[in-house]
């Protein structure tokens, strides 16, 4: 037997992790950087679009903004975003991140204003019922007045834009950016802004959702991005390099075969997709079929058969099946 010699010096971990959102258990983590892998017209963007418009609708998103050089050609699909301005869709060059990140920041510094004001306004409540403004401290009367309580003691309370009293949650989407100047230049700055995505505007964040055709290619998704990605989406991947890349770089606990096998199983119908989840909250949601259903990895092998078939064809009605809201 090993014997051991301890010293007093414990660790300690945060009862909560930093930058987290609250999501329902069976929800994906929040902030996340996710990749969507897919080919031309298998359904990568309609399922991102769908996954952001759920995580608004449940109140976990306040603003999504947009980078796509498409936006106009896909307007019928980017609708599906509730409350998406044309003001937070941007080209793929190398100023968009600027933008967003001065977006972030302006969103950071207006919540802590409110934060401020709505302090003040408590705090002039209980001074003008306890004190006479004689004993006011002068800076704080000046802050009163520069909030016009002095001129209007009954103004109304300070009211946060959003529908929740939270710091801003901020959603970025990246599609069809392969080729622009975002990707190939490195002023735009693109793998900077996603290593640090939830660090942005004072640890304030964003989630980051990158749409791309292929996994890894010459002038694709960085590698050190791949590795740090949370959600992976993939679609029919018949290229055995792109296949041994995904094997090498997602570290996962199950076999090729196993792998594989829930792929063929999840892209067995239109517009089917495998969903990894590299930090799910249980170890049952690591994989899905879409975004509903939970799979075994034991209860699946590889099937050269079903990778290799041709897509299914292209149906509007079916591409919604697996992305309804009730499937995500």
Excluded at 84 to 111: G, M, Q, S, W
Excluded at 130 to 146: G, R
């Amino acid at each position: 037997m090993v014997k051991e010699k301890t010293a007093k010096i414990d660790i300690i971990p945060p009862k909560k992790g930093a930058f987290m959102i609250e999501t329902a258990p069976d929800f994906f983590k929040l902030h996340t950087l996710a990749i969507a892998s897919a080919t031309r017209g298998q359904g990568k963007t309609t399922a991102i679009v769908n996954l952001v418009r759920e995580a608004y609708d449940r109140g976990y998103y306040d603003r999504v903004l947009v980078i796509t050089p498409t936006y106009y050609s896909n307007k019928e699909l980017w609708d599906i975003l509730p409350k998406l301005d044309t003001d937070d869709v941007f080209e793929p060059d190398v100023t968009c991140l600027k933008h967003v990140k001065d977006i972030i920041n302006a969103e950071r510094a207006e919540y802590d204003l409110y934060l401020q004001q709505k302090e003040l306004y408590e705090s002039f409540h209980k001074d003008i019922k306890h004190k006479q403004v004689k004993n006011i401290n002068s800076d704080t009367l000046m802050a009163y007045h520069e909030m016009g309580l002095l001129d209007d003691p009954h103004i109304e309370a300070p009211v946060w834009k959003y529908r929740n009293e939270v710091p801003p949650r901020l959603a970025v989407i990246i599609d069809d950016a392969v080729g622009t100047d975002l990707m190939n230049k490195r002023t735009a700055g693109l793998t900077k802004f996603i290593i640090a995505h939830r660090h942005w505007g004072k640890g304030l964040g964003c989630s980051v959702f990158m749409l791309v055709q292929s996994y890894a290619c010459h002038e694709g998704v960085a590698r050190c991005i791949r590795e740090n990605t949370c959600l992976l989406m993939l679609w029919k991947v018949k290229d055995k390099n792109q296949r041994a890349k995904i094997i090498e770089e997602a570290g996962l606990d199950v076999s090729e075969e196993q792998l594989y096998g829930m792929l063929d199983h999840s892209i067995s119908e239109p517009y089917g997709f495998l969903t990894i989840d590299f930090q799910s909250k249980t170890p049952e949601q690591q994989f899905r079929k879409c975004f509903k259903t939970f799979l075994n990895p034991a209860d699946f092998h590889k099937d050269l058969m079903v990778i290799d078939a041709p897509l299914p064809s292209l149906d509007s009605s079916a591409s919604v099946h697996c992305l309804h809201k009730d499937n995500v």
